[in-house]
């Protein structure tokens, strides 16, 4: 397994918590991590890229308003305004390490923020993996996610356990993975800084990128969805099958919201065959 270095990084707008692994590696990918009370890059992305890390250098920063990234002392307006500064963070750390081309990962909230830099700034990127995305026309608010953003009106480790029990499948498959999540994730979720941004991006509703615009990425995409996923239905992928004109869908039964953790050793095999030109 590959090892894997934190560190922060300044950049002009942003100080950004970046873990890293496979530095020496001609490829990179970037992951870009989902969103819920107190998540971090790490927590979504580490064996991605302690697996990956083998063959490509693995970005996974905190995103901005999240966990060890900086936070914003007055809380952005809408959810438009949170994704411009998401899209500005990424590209000022891509610069800052002078990488001018590289592939993507989303994972849920990181799918949106990916289909925006791929419309903003479409020769930054490569290949790219949307995984669990929302954010689409017919995605529908879940009963499960409406929970989760209610987590802080009585925040507890029960509580947020009960949450990240509705991400996966198979709960009692998945609960010595939630249980060992569960100390860090509530520790950063009860962050003042943390806590602001968590209620003011989730206060915020999602801007769907309009059909033309989905129309025109020429990026080669795969979608990858949980078939039983309750945050973010199948049905935002299949939407997104039907816009994006150079696509494909791989499907995992029995399996949530989660797919990088419930199906961890497929997820990072299919990736990289697909970042390597082998699907």
Known sequence: MAHITSEQIRTTDFVTFL????????ETILFLHGSGPGVTSIANWKPALEECGESFQCLAPDLYGFANSSHPEVPLK???AWMDEWVKQMIQL????????VHVVGNSLGC???LELLLEYPERFDKVVLMGPGGTPNTKLSLELARAKSFYDNPSKKRLQQIMSWFVYDVEKMWS???SLTDDRFENAMREEVRRSNNSIFSTAAVPVPTVALNR????VLLVHGLNDKVCSID????????LKNVQLHVFSQCGHWTQL???DQFNTLIQTFFTGKI
């Open 19 to 26: 873990n890293r692994s496979g530095e020496n590696n001609a």
């Open 78 to 80: 809408n959810r438009q």
């Open 94 to 101: 891509l610069d800052h390490l002078n990488l001018n081309k």
């Open 112 to 114: 949106s923020i990916a």
């Open 177 to 179: 993975v939630i249980e």
């Open 217 to 220: 990425i020429e990026n080669e």
């Open 236 to 243: 935002s992928s299949y939407y997104l099958v039907e816009h």
């Open 262 to 264: 419930e199906m961890k």
